[in-house]
C-alpha cells in the first residue's frame, strides 16, 4: 500500500511561517493527499485537501493562515503566522488508497 | 451538524472479539464514505477500513480477514467487527466521514487487549 513520507520533526518560531511536506513514492504523483492536525491528547482534526493541481478543499472553520501547495509528488502544509495552538502533529493521508504518513511533530519556539 | 459518536470499546482478552459503533446524525451514513482509524498509544494514524456508498469495502493489510466494516441505515451508524483480538490491537479507534472536500471525525473509542 503507498504510505506517504513525512519527516518526524519540524520547528519554527512564533509569528513565523513553517512548511511542512509530505511525499507520495515515485509513480503516484497524481494523488491528492488530506493534511490532519492533533493538538497533544486530543483527536484528530481535518485541515485541508491538497490536489495534484495545487487546488485545495480546506475544511470547515480552517484559518486563513493555513494553506497548501503541490509540486510533483510533494504537497505541502504551510502555516504562517505560527502561535502556539498549533503546536501539534500533522499528518497526511493520501486520498483514494486512505494510507497515514508517519506524521510530523512541530514545535513552535 | 454533523456528529459521529464511537461506542463499544473497552478492555479484552487476546482471541476475543467485538464490534465498534459510529452512530451519525446531520448525514446520511449510506450515502457517504465511512471510515474507521486507531491510533495505538504513542503511535501515529493508521487507516483500517472504509466502506463507500455502493457498499464496497476495503481494508488494511493488517486487519483483512479479522475486522469487518458494515453499517445499518436504518440506524444510521457504522460498524466495524473486530474478531481474533490482538495485543497489538489496542488502540483509538476513530470514525470519520469523507466527503468530496471534507472529513469530519468522531471523539474515538479505547480498546484495550491484555491477558
Known amino acids: 500500500q503507498l504510505v506517504p513520507t513525512q519527516s518526524p520533526s519540524a520547528s519554527a518560531s512564533l509569528g513565523a511561517s513553517v512548511k511542512l511536506t509530505c511525499t507520495l513514492s515515485?509513480?503516484?504523483?497524481?494523488?491528492?493527499i488530506a493534511w490532519h492536525q492533533q493538538r497533544p491528547e486530543k483527536g484528530p482534526r481535518y485541515l485541508m485537501k491538497?490536489?495534484?493541481?495545487?487546488?485545495?478543499n480546506k475544511g470547515d472553520g480552517i484559518p486563513d493562515r493555513f494553506s497548501g501547495s503541490s509540486s510533483g509528488a510533494e504537497r505541502h502544509l504551510i502555516i504562517s503566522s505560527l502561535q502556539s495552538e498549533d503546536e501539534a502533529d500533522y499528518f497526511c493521508?493520501?486520498?483514494?488508497?486512505?494510507?497515514f504518513g508517519g506524521g510530523t511533530k512541530l514545535t513552535v519556539l | 451538524e454533523v456528529q459521529l459518536v464511537e461506542s463499544g470499546g473497552g478492555l479484552m482478552q487476546p482471541g476475543g472479539s467485538l464490534r465498534l459503533s459510529c452512530a451519525a446524525s446531520?448525514?446520511?451514513?449510506?450515502?457517504?464514505?465511512m471510515t474507521w482509524v486507531r491510533q495505538a498509544p504513542g503511535q501515529g494514524l493508521q487507516w483500517v477500513s472504509i466502506?463507500?456508498?455502493?457498499?464496497?469495502?476495503l481494508y488494511a493489510d493488517s486487519v483483512r480477514g479479522r475486522f469487518t466494516i458494515s453499517r445499518d441505515s436504518s440506524k444510521n451508524t457504522v460498524f466495524l467487527q473486530v474478531n481474533s483480538l490482538r495485543v497489538e490491537d489496542t488502540a483509538v479507534y476513530y470514525c470519520?466521514?469523507?466527503?468530496?472536500?471534507?472529513?469530519?471525525w468522531g471523539q474515538g473509542t479505547l480498546v484495550t487487549v491484555s491477558s
Open positions: 470519520a466521514r469523507i466527503s468530496s472536500g471534507n472529513y469530519d
Open positions: 446531520g448525514f446520511t451514513v449510506s450515502d457517504s464514505y
Open positions: 466502506i463507500y456508498p455502493s457498499g464496497n469495502t
Open positions: 515515485s509513480g503516484h504523483s497524481i494523488y491528492a
Open positions: 491538497v490536489n495534484s493541481d495545487g487546488s485545495l
Open positions: 493521508q493520501t486520498w483514494g488508497t486512505w494510507v
